[in-house]
């Protein structure tokens, strides 16, 4: 009989598994387990035992997964065994497995696949943001990958979900692995959530620009959280709707609507992402550029509005005259671009007014007492870009952020010109001396998880 034992990515349980069709009494295996453990010195470890279909598993699920647990059957009205949630990590685990990843780790390429190499992918988003995937999808692929990596290396896959702004994504994928959790056995899942906040910037054409965190080990049950993340997406609904009734008073003959515009700039799609003030903008300006061209030849403004919005998305008023003949002389409303200012975020007196989007100081306090999260700054070169001292800047965050940002997405996989290796090198070596761990991601926006 050939015995084989594994030690799990967190170190906590070997797999003893019988590779014979051959049954044997729970005595012969355990003392079998014993002869193979012993010599190696690791007797003292929590095992599983296999034979068959029947498994016996000692390990212990941390006090994280409890509380998930433990949440989620609240919610639920039903008892959830925590047992059921192990391929969920704890941040603790996965900031002792940061130590051990390379940029190599991260990267998704054929060679990389082969070798089992590409161990992580803490980076990515489904339907529930502004990801095309089903979370079963995206879970599903990562299993499978998962258990090739693991029969080729004995590591487990490390994958994170983090939308944008939301965590209904987290509880479904608690759901599928809760009531399957054989299926993803060698996976490592992080619940995650990438957050925006607003800040001032110099190297923009505007003063204000967007940068996110990504949080790890975010609880979706959390009461806190899900009031902090459901009030962002009313203050976006609420900019919307109070932008529109400005103009609506400036403008009568044009009917701005707030369904119109869930319907032709996808705000059901992208209610939960951050600039969502530039897609009322845009809609705004086609809308009123589009009613006056359709008044001055005599055509019904609502109907010419629909045929020319017809399979269009987001566009901008600059987009329809480059695509619509008819359209070549629209142009924009310089009112409806002054009455913006003020609906976007911006500065006044230098305070930071943002009324469709998060402070730095706001994600730190909804977040600051939560157990067990902690952060790390998404893509940190494309904040880096923007404002006039960022290695500073970065010093500033990490100083205010409540001991929370304990990381850095050095590692990012889809980073395009102008930035250069040189670049993201430099940043790297800032947020190190800054004593962040690295992390990676592939910030996957595709329908699967290795399909872009």
Known sequence: ??????????????????????????????????????????????????????????????????????????????????????????????????????NKNYVFNPENLKNGVFRADLHSHSIHSDGDGFVKNLLDDAAEYADKLYSKTRQKFVFALTDHDTVSGLKEALDIIEANPQKYKNLRFVPGVEVSFAHKVHNSSNPCEMSELLVYGVNPYSDKVNKFLDGIRQKRIDMVHNYFSEL????????????????????????????????????????????????????????????????KQNPSVGYLKETVNELQKICEDAEITKIFQKYKPHFENGKLIASSENTFEEIISAFKDEPNIFMAFSHPCWYARTVQNPIEGLKYYVEHSNGLIKASESFHQVYKNPVTDDFISKIQQATENLNLLNLGGRDNHGTRLFIR
Do not use: C
């Open 1 to 102: 009989m050939k015995i084989s034992a594994v030690i799990l990515n967190s170190g906590r349980a070997p797999v003893f598994r019988s590779e014979t069709s051959e049954k044997k009494s729970n005595s012969d295996l355990k003392q079998d387990y014993k002869n193979f453990v012993m010599p190696v010195g690791i007797a003292m470890a929590t095992f599983a035992i296999t034979f068959g279909s029947y498994q016996i598993i000692k390990s212990k699920p941390s006090a994280y997964v409890k509380t998930l647990a433990e949440s989620m059957g609240s919610a639920k009205n039903r008892t959830i065994n925590p047992k059921n949630l192990s391929p969920i990590a704890s941040s603790e685990e996965l900031l002792g497995m940061l130590s051990k990843l390379e």
């Open 248 to 311: 609506a008073e400036k403008y009568p003959q044009t009917k701005f609507s707030f369904d119109e515009f869930v319907k032709f700039y996808e705000f059901k799609k992208y209610g939960n992402v951050m600039n969502i003030h530039w897609r009322a903008y845009h809609y705004a300006q086609t809308k009123h550029a589009i009613t006056q061209h359709a008044n001055k030849f005599g055509k019904n403004p609502e109907e010419y509005y629909s045929k020319i919005m017809t399979d």
